[in-house]
């Protein structure tokens, strides 16, 4: 049992021995000035070099790690395989391959792209969330409002801005119960479900019942910033059977751990596989098309991740940031119409008529993009669409 840890080192006229060097540096220190006995109990320690390719400007090394040297968690892994390795300038941990033994160690997504599906009723187009924008320093009548208004369009998602914490006008309570009572009343006289995110925040070791208690009050998704407060937080929730919430992975912060080329983590890694393998529902990451972009390649690896077969249930790809209705084709085609989630924040609320045409021209676009009818023609029949992309553009006709 173990795991191979795939890195990007700077070239090296001698990678090998260099490789070498690390995998027993990072496991059971020198090989060759120990005693015959020693070795023999430190074999199944010991780090060993699956492979070395070189490259033009790095070179992949692949390292396989014991299990017997780490608990089975994430903190231990990344301490082990990268703890040191991260102060080397270059440096990049690029992947993580985990044995079956140690993968069942991992809860993975409790609800998926499946479970969510079923909450929601809706299984042949993506989804569409909406994040509340314009609420710091506005009260709960204004929450409400923007809520009502969003529900009439026809939104699937509402989650909270990831920098909205506890505060007095706001507070948490009042949101999960104020929230609970439109969407519960917008149930009865639709029959649409919808989730809405509370950011979940505070102190680490006050989550936990946080939580909980915001599942007893009728919550029916959480907001969290996975890299601020840790993945093994996002595990922890996950696994609290007391609270058993689709949990919305918001990746802030994750930028400088993989966002600058050459160093850190690699975004499919971070964002994806182990946001995906601790449990969240959905990874929400900047799109490559907005004003917080990180590259398509980047992108589509982390969707990537979230989707590709294993154990666990798939995570929903949330793109995110600069997202308006002209965008949706090229997201169809980017990332499929299975798994993912169009996600908006001023795309909703900055339409020239406000935030409910705001949903109903994403909608439109949707619908459109699923039945691979253009936007402009598409746009004949909706008048909040032809606003949109007025207003924005239609990225498919440039």
Same mark, same amino acid.
């Given at each position: 049992?173990?795991?191979?840890?795939?890195?990007?080192?700077?070239?090296?006229?001698?990678?090998?021995?260099?490789?070498?060097?690390?995998?027993?540096?990072?496991?059971?220190?020198?090989?060759?000035?120990?005693?015959?006995?020693?070795?023999?109990?430190?074999?199944?320690?010991?780090?060993?070099?699956?492979?070395?390719?070189?490259?033009?400007?790095?070179?992949?090394?692949?390292?396989?790690?014991?299990?017997?040297?780490?608990?089975?968690?994430?903190?231990?892994?990344?301490?082990?395989?990268?703890?040191?390795?991260?102060?080397?300038?270059?440096?990049?941990?690029?992947?993580?391959?985990?044995?079956?033994?140690?993968?069942?160690?991992?809860?993975?997504?409790?609800?998926?792209?499946?479970?969510?599906?079923?909450?929601?009723?809706?299984?042949?187009?993506?989804?569409?969330?909406?994040?509340?924008?314009?609420?710091?320093?506005?009260?709960?009548?204004?929450?409400?409002?923007?809520?009502?208004?969003?529900?009439?369009?026809?939104?699937?998602?509402?989650?909270?801005?990831?920098?909205?914490?506890?505060?007095?006008?706001?507070?948490?309570?009042?949101?999960?119960?104020?929230?609970?009572?439109?969407?519960?009343?917008?149930?009865?006289?639709?029959?649409?479900?919808?989730?809405?995110?509370?950011?979940?925040?505070?102190?680490?070791?006050?989550?936990?019942?946080?939580?909980?208690?915001?599942?007893?009050?009728?919550?029916?998704?959480?907001?969290?910033?996975?890299?601020?407060?840790?993945?093994?937080?996002?595990?922890?929730?996950?696994?609290?059977?007391?609270?058993?919430?689709?949990?919305?992975?918001?990746?802030?912060?994750?930028?400088?751990?993989?966002?600058?080329?050459?160093?850190?983590?690699?975004?499919?890694?971070? #964002? &994806?596989? $182990?946001?995906?393998? *601790? =449990? @969240?529902?959905?990874?929400?990451? %900047?799109?490559?098309?907005?004003?917080?972009?990180?590259?398509?390649?980047?992108?589509?690896?982390?969707?990537?991740?979230?989707?590709?077969?294993?154990?666990?249930?798939?995570?929903?790809?949330?793109?995110?940031?600069?997202?308006?209705?002209?965008?949706?084709?090229?997201?169809?085609?980017?990332?499929? #119409? &299975?798994? $993912?989630?169009?996600? *908006? =924040? @001023?795309?909703?609320?900055?339409? %020239?008529?406000?935030?409910?045409?705001?949903?109903?021209?994403?909608?439109?676009?949707?619908?459109?993009?699923?039945?691979?009818?253009?936007?402009?023609?598409?746009?004949?029949?909706?008048?909040?669409?032809?606003?949109?992309?007025?207003?924005?553009?239609?990225?498919?006709?440039?």
């Amino acid at each position: 049992m173990g795991v191979i840890a795939t890195y990007r080192f700077p070239t090296h006229p001698d990678q090998q021995r260099r490789a070498e060097q690390y995998a027993l540096g990072l496991t059971v220190g020198s090989w060759t000035d120990i005693p015959h006995l020693e070795r023999e109990q430190l074999q199944k320690h010991k780090g060993e070099v699956i492979a070395v390719e070189r490259g033009e400007e790095k070179d992949t090394v692949k390292i396989y790690y014991p299990a017997a040297n780490f608990s089975p968690d994430i903190p231990a892994i990344l301490t082990t395989v990268y703890g040191k390795l991260s102060f080397f300038e270059g440096y990049e941990l690029v992947d993580l391959t985990f044995d079956d033994a140690l993968l069942s160690h991992f809860p993975g997504p409790r609800w998926g792209e499946q479970g969510i599906r079923h909450q929601l009723g809706i299984f042949d187009r993506p989804l569409l969330m909406a994040i509340f924008k314009g609420v710091m320093g506005r009260d709960l009548a204004f929450f409400s409002a923007q809520l009502e208004e969003l529900l009439a369009g026809g939104i699937d998602l509402i989650k909270d801005d990831e920098i909205l914490f506890e505060n007095e006008l706001t507070p948490f309570y009042k949101r999960v119960t104020t929230a609970k009572e439109i969407l519960d009343r917008h149930y009865q006289e639709t029959g649409r479900r919808v989730l809405y995110a509370v950011n979940l925040s505070g102190r680490t070791n006050e989550l936990q019942e946080k939580a909980e208690r915001a599942a007893e009050w009728g919550a029916n998704a959480l907001l969290f910033n996975v890299h601020a407060y840790g993945l093994d937080m996002l595990q922890t929730l996950r696994e609290n059977p007391n609270i058993g919430l689709p949990i919305v992975a918001h990746s802030a912060l994750s930028g400088a751990l993989a966002g600058y080329a050459g160093s850190g983590y690699s975004y499919s890694l971070l #964002v &994806g596989k $182990l946001t995906r393998l *601790a =449990g @969240g529902d959905f990874s929400l990451f %900047p799109s490559p098309y907005g004003n917080v972009a990180i590259s398509l390649a980047d992108a589509l690896a982390i969707n990537q991740a979230l989707t590709e077969e294993n154990i666990f249930a798939k995570t929903f790809a949330v793109p995110s940031a600069g997202i308006h209705p002209g965008l949706v084709p090229q997201l169809v085609q980017d990332f499929g #119409v &299975g798994n $993912l989630v169009v996600n *908006a =924040g @001023g795309g909703i609320f900055g339409h %020239p008529d406000g935030p409910t045409p705001g949903v109903q021209a994403f909608r439109a676009a949707i619908e459109a993009s699923v039945q691979n009818i253009p936007l402009a023609e598409a746009a004949k029949t909706s008048l909040p669409l032809q606003r949109a992309l007025q207003q924005w553009g239609n990225a498919a006709a440039s």
